[in-house]
T-cell receptor
């Protein structure tokens, strides 16, 4: 079955540091890939998405590129802020399916 | 634009009491609807999903149930809550995907349920 693997957290960075959160996947067919963000006490918000190989999703300074050859969708940001502290979830869906497959989430803590 | 509402935002219930959490979506028709549970510090567990009125698929056997009495209304219920039912419950919706079109899900703000 489909699966998503994320790097273990928490990830602790200083403000303005470069961020990478790794995400790899296994899937049948041609998945669409997503990153969601969950701020403390809130629901999940769709951060960015990519629907086919080599697509780059971007939003709020975050980027992720759909790499079919390495089955990866790593999240990056050039300069993090304290307000980026949250839990980040990588997810996929395939074949027009009704269910998302989520990774376990990676907590990011950004300190001054 | 589409919006999703969940209530209540927080709930404290004694063990053995009933539960009803409600979720409604506005601005779209015939959405797919989902209930998830998130235990503290853990990932998301899909509990139920629905592709239409009266159509409920259960992912995890448990003492919870779901119903969809109207197109854009999704209810999570229990007759007798257990301590293990504590958690953060999230409702989500999506546009139904096609064979070659994958759609993201959009989440509500969640209900934090504490069982005493």
């Amino acid at each position: 079955g489909d699966s998503v693997t994320q790097m273990e957290g928490p990830v602790t960075l200083s403000e303005e540091a470069f961020l990478t959160i790794n995400c790899t996947y296994t899937a049948t067919g041609y998945p669409s890939l997503f990153w969601y963000v969950q701020y403390p006490g809130e629901g999940l918000q769709l951060l960015l998405k990519a629907t086919k190989a080599d697509d780059k999703g971007s939003n709020k300074g975050f980027e992720a590129t759909y790499r079919k050859e390495t089955t990866s969708f790593h999240l990056e940001k050039g300069s993090v802020q304290v307000s980026d502290s949250a839990v980040y979830f990588c997810a996929l869906v395939t074949g027009g399916g009704n269910k998302l497959t989520f990774g376990t989430g990676t907590q990011l803590k950004v300190e001054l | 634009s589409q919006t999703i509402h969940q209530w209540p935002a927080t709930l404290v219930q004694p063990v053995g009491s009933p539960l009803s959490l409600e979720c409604t979506v506005e601005g779209t028709s015939n959405p797919n609807l989902y209930w998830y549970r998130q235990a503290a510090g853990r990932g998301l567990q899909l509990l139920f999903y629905s592709v239409g009125i009266g159509q409920i698929s259960s992912e995890v056997p448990q003492n919870l149930s779901a119903s969809r009495p109207q197109d854009r209304q999704f209810i999570l219920s229990s007759k007798k809550l257990l301590l293990s039912d504590s958690g953060f419950y999230l409702c989500a919706w999506s546009v139904p995907g096609g064979e070659f079109v994958n759609q993201p899900q959009h989440f509500g703000d969640g209900t934090r349920l504490s069982i005493l």
